[in-house]
């Protein structure tokens, strides 16, 4: 009796020693997922305005080209941010930044709104990222047309045209839009990228100025 008594506690004990060794593992795993994640995220984000990022835009629009969709790619140049960033120092820059990203974020969130009222049987995406410096770009993939992409692109330019309250000042920027369509102008990211950069000067303009109360 004893002795059995005795293999039960031992066996019960193994059990016990399994199942923590088990439940160790489990959260070994989920940390290592979690830390996969976190990694994963943070290489497909801005660090600074907290938008996608450059290769995040670049595989979106690959995923979107490989699966058949038409594309529109607009590229953002905020003209004289670097006068910003001379004249303030580049923390006011980066809050800059970061004001600016979130007037995009309200004309995109507007716009796939508008979309979602005007063709809610289309499949449609818009995705907004910070490509670096003073770039930005958008990509739509779904229902694209040149005149919803060229009223579109006419909001962003006024979005950023309002003046900016920055670290106690009223700071003016300008941009400027250039414009890429898939097929006629690219079929991969890098093509439309280039062609909507060098697009700047004749499909999007905006007046040069950057300006600051107080300086």
């Not at 004893?2 to 489990?26: C, K, M, N, T």
């Not at 989920?30 to 907290?50: A, H, K, N, P, Y």
């Not at 690959?62 to 529109?72: S, V």
């Not at 303030?88 to 600016?100: F, N, Q, R, Y």
Request: hydrophobic content about 40%; aromatic content about 6%.
């Amino acid at each position: 009796r004893p002795e059995e008594r005795r293999r039960r506690e031992d066996v019960a004990g193994d059990h016990d020693e399994i199942g923590e060794l088990s439940r160790s593992f489990v959260a070994m795993t989920r940390s290592i997922v979690d830390s996969f994640e976190t990694v994963q995220r943070l290489t497909m984000t801005d660090r600074v305005s907290g938008l996608a990022n450059r290769e995040n835009m670049r595989r979106f629009t690959q995923t979107a080209l490989e699966r058949g969709y038409d594309i529109a790619l607009l590229f953002l140049d905020i003209d004289r941010l670097k006068r910003v960033n001379e004249a303030l120092g580049m923390e006011v820059g980066d809050d800059a930044i970061i004001a600016i990203a979130e007037r995009l974020k309200v004309v995109a969130l507007e716009y796939r709104e508008q979309l979602a009222r005007e063709c809610p049987d289309q499949d449609s995406e818009l995705l907004l990222a910070r490509l670096g410096g003073d770039e930005f770009g958008f990509v739509f993939s779904g229902p694209v047309s040149e005149e919803r992409v060229s009223q579109f692109a006419v909001r962003v330019l006024a979005s950023v045209a309002r003046p900016f309250e920055i670290a106690g000042l009223s700071v003016w920027v300008t941009g400027s839009i250039g414009v890429a369509l898939s097929p006629e102008d690219g079929l991969d990211f890098s093509a439309l990228l280039r062609r909507a950069a060098n697009g700047l000067g004749s499909d999007g303009q905006g007046m040069d100025g950057v300006f600051a109360d107080d300086w």
